[in-house]
């Protein structure tokens, strides 16, 4: 994706700014793969055509902007920028509490959604890396757990320090060309089959 030139699907109810957004959008070097004039039509079109950012008004009939945004990331995390005639204290707050990169005031020049889409679109990436970096470590934690519970069930069951079980479980997973938290699970679930047996006993 070449952030100079970007497939954006807009949403708006009304037909002359959806046709002056498709036309700054073109001059801007970008692609409108999908022009909406409702919330819902918005989300359905955004599923088909995978756009890159969306430009989304937010008083549409059957589905508002925020509503639809919110759930075209929910899909699929995309930038989005919130566009509004009127800035009132409720529509800030809900876009704040919704996934919305940038927000910009009617009327929207050219030159707003020069400034606005590269900045948006550095926003989304850094927010995407945080997310990442946050799974990751979450991923991290959990294989650590899963690792602990294995190394203490192997000193329990061989009369093991900590350091020999650990170096066991390494040796055999390196043998075996496997993960450290697969073997893991293995010896985990190892552990329940033994436990149930022992309770029929």
Do not use: W
Not at 110 to 135: F, G, N, Q, V, Y
């Amino acid at each position: 994706m070449s952030e100079s030139h970007l497939r954006i699907a807009v949403a708006d109810d009304d037909r002359d700014t959806r046709e002056y957004l498709a036309e700054a959008l073109g001059r801007l070097g970008h692609e409108v793969v999908a022009t909406a004039a409702d919330g819902r039509e918005l989300v359905e079109m955004a599923r088909g055509r995978s756009p890159h950012l969306v430009i989304t008004d937010v008083k549409m009939p059957n589905m508002d902007g925020i509503e639809a945004g919110t759930a075209i990331h929910r899909e699929r995390p995309v930038p989005i920028i919130l566009l509004s005639a009127h800035h009132d204290e409720e529509t800030v707050r809900r876009s704040l509490a919704a996934p919305f990169m940038s927000y910009l005031i009617k009327p929207i020049s050219e030159a707003d959604l020069r400034a606005a889409i590269p900045m948006c679109m550095i926003r989304h990436k850094e927010l995407r890396a945080l997310s990442d970096e946050a799974a990751t470590l979450r991923q991290t934690i959990q294989d650590r757990k899963v690792i602990e519970r294995a190394k203490g069930i192997l000193m329990k069951r061989l009369r093991i320090d900590e350091d020999e079980a650990f170096r066991r479980m390494r040796q055999m997973a390196s043998s075996q060309n496997r993960k450290m938290t697969d073997l893991s699970r293995e010896i985990n679930g190892a552990e329940e089959v033994f436990h149930r047996l022992e309770l029929i006993g």
